[in-house]
């Protein structure tokens, strides 16, 4: 066996004080966040899918939680704009809360499209905190992808 020199803060001998030490700057990182300080809500932003066919622009946002009414979503010739507020539920009493991650507040995202569409065209539904939007490309757009043999 070798001898080996030990210091306080030899971690692979005592592996429970680095996880004490990274709980410890956890809770005073959390602790010391402006959010905390202004108990202000949490902001999040719905995540989304962006991909396209040969005609079409298709774009998924996951919105769980929110009703129709409380979203507005608006389509140019090269961005979406999708606009909303999920509300915090307030029946619960929070006397025994243990945990609150649960996000709500308003949010607001712009996302650019690769290429030109049809705005007037555009497609969308709202089903089980999914919302899909379906664009169909420019006739130009269509036009500038060629595909080469090889």
Do not use: C
Not at 27 to 40: A, G, N
Not at 63 to 68: E, Y
């Amino acid at each position: 066996m070798a001898l080996r020199r030990w210091g306080p803060w030899d971690f692979d001998i005592f592996p429970d004080v680095e996880s004490l030490h990274e709980e410890i700057d956890r809770i005073f990182t959390d602790f010391l966040s402006p959010r905390r300080r202004r108990k202000e809500p949490m902001i999040w932003q719905p995540r989304v899918d962006l991909y396209e066919t040969d005609n079409e622009i298709i774009l998924k946002a996951e919105l769980p939680g929110i009703d129709k009414k409380d979203l507005e979503v608006t389509v140019t010739e090269d961005n979406i704009h999708i606009k909303g507020e999920k509300k915090e539920e307030t029946e619960v009493k929070k006397e025994n809360y243990y945990r609150k991650e649960i996000s709500f507040g308003r949010f607001e995202r712009v996302i650019p499209l690769p290429v030109e569409v049809e705005p007037d065209k555009a497609d969308a539904k709202f089903e089980k905190g999914i919302l899909e939007i379906k664009i169909p490309k420019k006739e130009e757009a269509k036009k500038r992808v060629k595909k080469l043999e090889l």
